[in-house]
């Protein structure tokens, strides 16, 4: 019936989540890393999308939690920007290596 | 004669009171040792007896059980234990009482009669030992009591090496032992000395294990009997006290290799190769030690030199199938030489020293010790109607008729240079003009003569036991029911006899023109031949040899392996310290507070294990 | 085979993951966020593909829209200075990449020869009326709390984002 | 007639005393020696009553308790048993045995501890409390509640030495802490491991779970994996025992730590490695430990040899009893490698005489350096004129170690080698060189010490004091007890090797 084979959608959204998450882990902005991460979300959809139409048991399901995690990313878009302005207001940068009081 | 594992037990119990209670009992603690000890000798005696009527007793016990294997330990009374017993506990006997006097003041008096008793203890045990293992265990406890003894004087350096020698060189021997009953066990199922000789007599034992299995034994008895290679400990042991060398170092312990090889001689019978060996390091052991013993100037050290030299002559006389030839010049060997040796030291005790080259004259001064002196010395000698003559004869025709021609006639040398150096050793002490430098020379008490006299009186009639003359009493006896010892008398050519007084009397001669006549000069051999005089006097530079080769060896492992330790052990131990402290620096370093290196090594870290997980098909089957 | 599909999304796929190279590779923060835009587009192709045209919607709707725009209203409001990268994460990039690369590879190793019979689905017909009834049926709790959920990052990202008149007087003092 | 919590109470006993010490003022030294004395007595008694009671033909296994501790995960439908962690004590003949060393070498370790010169409090309360841990190791019935005793003695050992020790203590302390360490996370990946493939860690479930065919496992275990696991034990304990080179630690250990301290870590601790080796590595993968014989057999010749050699160049006399230690730990390995009945025997034999001999000689190591404040060969000498009866303990003590008839090490020596000499002849050949380099080491360091000329300075020793007399005395007694009547051991032992060798198919 389908000429994609499941694993290429797979592929393609562990490519996705590998660059996604290399951003995350590498660039020093913090509004690149927020995009990133939204990346790396984006890949899980794909996911989540895929086995809910090539799965075991395809269902409904998979479509609706990725509605969820579109949501859920959509507000941690908006409070992580919000977090960045206001540090942004403190110390003048948005440089995610100047940001370190996790260290002790 | 069912109660005979009692008579060692007289000696421990000696032991044990005197360790416990000797500081209180002070002098008395001789008496408890002597009358001990005479107590195991009247019983030797009465078992002996028994022995002479009733048949060879044997009793056992579990001693030690390892799944379906029985170990077991108890006590056999044959001809050969018997004869043993009375031997060691005789002699045992009658140097505890010449102890008495000899070691009279000495402030440790308690702990020598202690000592005297565990040694006494683990003879006796030795020589009614039914199985190997039990020989083994009081072999060793026969070499411990030596060892105590020989370092008695613990505070003299030389003590000290000495007792540290012969415990050492002993132990080497005893490895042998140790493997040889091993490999024996295996192959024959048994410690049991008669189990043994059944497998090996029906021939269950392949002819190659026997060999070495002999040959191994034969080691332990090396070690013991002081046979060449590993001889040297012995003339050292004369570090000890007197009484010792004469109870130890010549008349028992050493005695106990040539006994474990007469003990064990069906299975040396059952391979002419083992024989073919102890017979040759019998010999050379006797002309070798004869040899060095020519030039020696210590009391001690000449007799212990003749003491190797006898006991190269009794394994000669085993390997030679002369069973009986052996065990008779073991027991004439160990009345006359303990004679000798409490002869000798008498005549220390009487001038306090033991360089012959300072004594001489002695004869008027030491009226009861220099004929008792000459009799052990006539004895040793093998000059006819003394003991020594008897057995030695017997020894060269047992040579003889095994048809070891080049060994029989290396003996006749040794007999040769024995009779020499043995009456040089006389003359030197006894005759002539005094060279020492004490002046109230005095006889010994009777307590130290009165043993002496026992010994000399012994040192003459042993012989009478077997002779060809009056009938081989000792050695039918010996061998009665017992096929595999062989016959109870050698007939051999009638012209070995006078060969062996022949030569015997030539060197007494020798030995009275050059120091007593003096009209040969003394110093004939140090100075035509220098370089030989010299090998002898430093004993064929063995010890050195020793020294040079094993125990720098040793030392040389030793450190290598230290090198090892230090680089590699102590290498791992910092290899592990130093990860740990890297691993340590980077986790510090790691800590910056950016969560983006936090998440890195999260990551990193998942992604190691995914692909352990991946590579390894997912699990550990 | 040179299906429809299979062209469909080879060539969303090739979007897609240009536009994910091009937000690492790429040194202006703005052209970044542009080349973000056609990956989530091609995304949303992809939801097509796999028959969820709702979730597509959603994706243009927030992602490509929203998302987008509040990513650039960050940018526009704070300073970008591109400067180069700091010398000690080279160490930590390649660390990194090697470890990407590594879980890349395991991962794929397990979905590679993943064959899932397929089995007859009709997610295609009336997609969003399907989505709809279990939404407000099956899922009614989570999906009020995700209500909440917005209404609480509507109302932090408001409480965070708002000056705070003391701290600027503080600072200003300073 | 069963006995319940009979061996709680005997484990536990010594936490008596740690609560009365606990409430007892720091500074009153006599009190606080006599009640950690006191402490270890009721452990000494209720295990002599226990070993007294199997010699009336009391079964063992009546001592067994048992009470469901913790449960992993519900799997009550299939097995109630499951993933479930039992406390659990119980002994046999083998564990019977190393109880009453433990208790007796405790004992006599509490007494050598009234040379200790400060803290007193705090050194009794570790004290007590290793002693609860060396208890339990020997009872614990299952692979968790052994692995939290062999956790307990560590802690409590580690401030021993590093508080009350010699010079380098610190030091000492770490590399023990290290090496243990290292050898407990190994320990307990291998239990864990076990646990989650069978869902127990009672050691006879086990036993029997390994050995049968077809078991129901949770999953099935390959060879090569039982392989890797046994390889993983042997490496977890023999940093215990140790086996070389896992063994620098010990040495410091040795030397650093207070000999009333080493007599217990000497005597005892040592011993768990080849407890455990004995216990888990020989009962629970008999296979793969019979593949593995030769290699056991060989580092035991290497480990004699080595200890021996280097024993041998040593000036510290502790250094040498710290190599003599590596060297009889061969002897063990030896009788372990044999796989027979005389070896393994043997190898159990060694334990409890290497732990009655090391006590002995540490303790006169310690009655010697108390009163010449030294323990280096070159300073000391003569001693046998100061202190002849410590002289003439120390020279017997040397005696057995260097495997004396009549003494247990010669009985335990000799069935080793009895049982290598019928698998490897050649090797054990080989080996029977360590019995000489033994005789040499040992004589060469005890006469040093003992014999030749006094120095001045060690004019006025005491002899062995009141309180000294009891640990010489007991220990050289039982030494020459299992010397010359050696079924006082091997009469418990035999059930145990019984099963040691259905397992092996010998």
Redesign the interface.
């Known amino acids: 019936m389908s000429s994609v084979p499941i694993s290429a959608f797979l592929a393609l959204a562990l490519i996705l989540f590998c660059i996604g998450l290399y951003g995350a882990l590498t660039k020093r902005n913090t509004v690149i890393v927020l995009i990133s991460i939204e990346l790396m979300l984006n890949a899980v959809n794909i996911n989540l999308v895929t086995f809910s139409k090539y799965g075991v048991a395809p269902a409904i399901t998979g479509q609706v939690f990725a509605l969820f995690v579109i949501t859920v990313a959509a507000a941690e878009a908006a409070v992580g920007l919000a977090i960045l302005i206001a540090l942004y207001r403190n110390r003048k940068t948005v440089n995610i290596d100047e940001m370190d009081q996790l260290q002790g | 004669m069912e109660n005979a594992w009692l008579i060692p037990l007289f000696p421990l119990l000696s032991f044990l009171v005197l360790l416990l209670f000797g500081r209180k009992l002070k002098i008395a603690s001789a008496y408890v040792g002597i009358i001990l000890v005479l107590v195991s000798f009247v019983y030797s005696v009465i078992v002996l007896f028994e022995r002479f009527t009733a048949p060879t007793h044997k009793a056992e016990a579990v001693w030690l059980s390892i799944g379906e294997l029985q170990l077991t330990a108890g006590f056999e009374v044959n001809q050969l234990n018997a004869l043993m017993l009375v031997l060691v506990s005789l002699v045992s006997l009658l140097v505890h009482i010449y102890s008495k006097g000899y070691m009279d003041g000495d402030e440790r008096f308690p702990v020598f009669y202690a000592y005297l008793g565990l040694f006494t203890f683990s003879m006796l045990g030795l020589v009614m030992s039914p199985n190997l293992l039990q020989t083994y265990i009081f072999w060793e406890l026969v070499g411990v009591g030596s060892f105590l003894l020989i370092g008695f004087y613990f505070y003299k350096e030389s003590a000290k090496q000495a007792a540290k020698k012969a415990f050492i060189m002993t132990r080497i021997g005893d490895v042998g032992l140790f493997i040889g009953m091993i490999l024996l066990f295996w192959q024959t199922g048994s410690f049991e000395y008669d189990e043994i000789f059944a497998a090996v007599g029906q021939g269950e034992v392949s002819e190659k294990w026997i060999t070495l299995t002999a040959i191994l034994i034969f080691i332990g008895a090396i070690g013991k009997s002081g046979q060449f290679p590993l001889h040297t400990w012995l003339p050292d042991a004369m570090e000890g006290p007197t009484p010792v060398s004469a109870l130890i170092h010549a008349a028992t312990m050493v005695a106990a290799g040539v006994y474990l090889v007469a003990a064990t001689f069906p299975l040396f019978a059952a391979s002419e190769t083992a024989l073919m060996t102890v017979a040759v390091i019998g010999a050379i052991t006797a002309i070798f030690a004869a040899s060095i013993g020519l030039v020696q100037t210590d009391i001690k050290r000449v007799l212990a030199f003749s003491t190797v030299s006898q006991l190269g002559y009794m394994m000669l006389a085993l390997g030679s199938a002369g069973y009986v030839a052996g065990v008779f010049h073991l027991m004439t060997h160990a009345f006359f030489k303990a004679l000798l040796f409490l002869a000798a030291g008498s005549v220390i005790h009487a001038v306090v020293t033991q360089d012959i080259e300072k004594m001489g004259g002695l004869w008027k001064k030491l009226r009861f010790t220099g004929p008792l002196f000459l009799i052990g010395t006539l004895a040793i000698s093998g000059v006819p109607l003394f003991s020594g003559f008897f057995s030695k004869d017997e020894i060269l025709m047992a040579a003889w008729a095994h048809g070891n021609y080049g060994l029989f006639w290396l003996a006749v040398i040794a007999a040769f240079f024995t009779a020499f150096y043995m009456f040089r050793l006389f003359f030197m002490v006894f005759s002539g003009e005094s060279r020492s430098k004490m002046d109230n020379v005095h006889e010994s008490p009777g307590v130290m003569i009165g043993p002496m006299i026992v010994l000399g009186v012994l040192a003459v009639v042993a012989g009478y036991v077997n002779t060809p003359w009056f009938g081989a009493f000792l050695g039918d006896w010996l061998t009665e029911g017992n096929p595999a010892l062989g016959h109870g008398h050698v007939e051999g050519p009638a012209w070995i006899m006078f060969v062996a007084t022949a030569v015997s009397l030539l060197g007494i001669l020798l030995a009275w023109l050059m120091y007593s006549k003096k009209s040969l000069e003394r110093d004939w051999l140090s100075s035509r031949a220098p370089i030989s005089y010299n090998i002898l006097v430093n004993k064929y530079f063995i010890d050195e040899f020793y020294k040079l080769s094993f125990v720098y060896a040793a030392k040389a492992i030793s450190l290598f392996l230290k090198f090892i330790e230090i680089f590699l052990v102590e290498g791992i131990m910092k290899a592990i310290g130093g990860i740990t402290q890297a691993f340590a620096n980077t986790g510090s370093k790691l800590q910056n507070g950016q969560v983006q290196t936090y998440g890195t090594v999260a990551f990193v870290g998942l992604a190691v294990l995914l692909v352990i997980f991946a590579l390894t098909g997912g699990y550990l089957q | ?1 040179l ?1 429809g ?2 062209i469909a ?1 080879m060539a969303l ?1 090739l979007v ?2 240009i536009g ?2 091009l ?2 590779n790429l040194t202006k ?1 703005i052209h ?2 542009v080349a ?1 835009v056609f ?2 587009v091609s ?1 949303a192709g ?2 097509v ?4 045209e ?2 597509a919607a ?2 243009i709707l ?2 490509s829209g ?2 987008t725009i ?2 650039l ?3 526009m ?4 200075d591109d400067t180069s ?2 010398i000690t ?1 080279k160490w ?2 390649l ?27 009709t ?1 295609h017909v009336d ?1 969003t009326e ?2 709809g009834i ?2 407000y049926s099956h ?1 009614i709790i ?1 999906f009020e709390l ?1 209500s909440v ?2 209404l ?3 109302i ?6 708002k ?1 705070d008149e003391d ?1 600027e007087k503080e600072a200003e003092k300073e | 007639m069963t006995f319940s919590y009979f061996l709680t109470f005997l484990v536990f006993s010594p936490l008596l005393g740690i609560i009365v010490l606990a409430f007892m003022p720091r500074t009153n030294e006599k009190a606080i020696k006599l009640v950690g004395f006191l402490a270890t007595l009721p452990a000494l008694i209720l295990s002599l009553a226990a070993y007294n009671m199997y010699h009336t033909g009391t079964d063992l296994a009546e001592f067994t308790e048992r009470v469901r501790w913790i449960t992993f995960g519900d799997f009550g439908s299939v097995d109630e048993n499951l993933f479930t962690v039992f406390y659990e004590l119980g002994i046999d003949g083998f564990a019977l045995v190393m109880l009453v060393l433990t208790a007796v070498i405790s004992t006599l370790a509490a007494l050598a501890s009234f040379h200790i010169k400060k803290e007193w409090k705090g050194y009794y309360m570790l004290f007590l409390l290793l002693v609860i841990g060396m208890l339990g190791v020997f009872t614990a019935q299952n692979l968790i509640l052994f692995f939290i005793f062999f956790e307990v003695t560590l802690i409590p050992m580690f401030f021993l030495i590093g508080k009350w020790g010699f010079f380098e203590k610190e030091k000492a302390a770490y590399s023990f802490l290290i090496y243990n360490g290292l050898g407990s996370a190994i320990l307990l990946i291998v239990i864990v491991l076990l646990f989650a493939r069978t869902g127990t860690t009672n050691i006879d479930a086990l036993r029997f779970l390994m050995n049968t065919p077809d078991a129901p496992l949770v999953t099935p275990i390959s060879d090569s994996l039982k392989m890797g696991l046994l390889i993983a034990l042997l490496v977890a304990f023999g940093i215990k025992l140790p086996i070389f080179p896992l063994h620098s630690w010990m040495l410091r250990v040795h030397v650093e730590a207070p000999p009333s301290i080493v007599m217990l870590h000497s005597g005892i601790l040592l011993k768990i490695g080849a407890f455990g080796i004995i216990r888990f590595g020989m009962g629970i993968f008999p296979e793969q430990f019979t593949d593995l014989a030769f290699v056991l057999a060989a580092l035991g010749v290497v480990n004699l040899l080595y200890g021996a050699f280097l024993a041998f160049i040593q000036d510290d006399f502790k250094m040498v009893l710290a190599y003599s230690s590596i060297s009889h730990m061969g002897i063990v390995l030896i009788g372990l490698g044999a796989l027979n009945e005389a070896g393994i025997q043997g190898a159990i034999f060694q334990v409890v005489s290497h732990g009655l001999i090391s006590a002995l000689m540490f303790f006169l190591v310690g009655v010697m350096y108390e009163r010449t404040h030294t323990s280096h060969l070159s300073n000391l000498g003569g001693l046998a004129k100061g202190m002849p009866i410590a002289a003439g303990f120390l020279l017997a003590g040397a005696m057995a170690s260097l495997g004396l008839p009549g003494m247990s090490g010669f009985v335990s020596e000799f069935m080793a080698f009895l049982g290598l000499f019928r698998e490897w002849p050649i090797l054990a050949a080989v080996g029977t060189l360590g019995i000489i380099m033994t005789a040499v080491y040992l004589l060469r360091a005890v006469l040093a010490i003992t014999f030749g000329r006094a120095d001045r300075e060690f004019d006025g020793l005491t002899d062995i004091r009141t309180f000294e007399w009891a640990p010489v005395l007991v220990l050289m007694g039982l030494i020459v007890l299992i010397g010359v009547y050696p079924a006082v051991l091997s009469q418990p032992l035999q059930a145990t090797i019984e099963t040691i060798m259905l397992g092996i198919g010998g």
């Open positions: 085979m299906t599909e299979f999304f796929a897609a993951i994910g190279v937000l690492i923060v970044m966020v973000l990956t989530f995304i992809i939801f593909i796999l028959s969820a709702f979730i959603v994706q927030i992602y929203a998302i509040i990513m209203f960050g940018i409001l704070t300073r970008h990268e700091p994460g930590r990039k660390f990194l990449l090697l470890g990407v690369l590594g879980f890349g590879v395991a991962v794929y190793i397990g979905i590679y020869n993943l064959d899932i019979p397929q089995a007859a689905n997610l997609n399907q989505i279990s939404l899922f989570p995700t959920l917005l609480v990052a509507l932090g990202a408001i409480v965070l984002a000056k701290d």
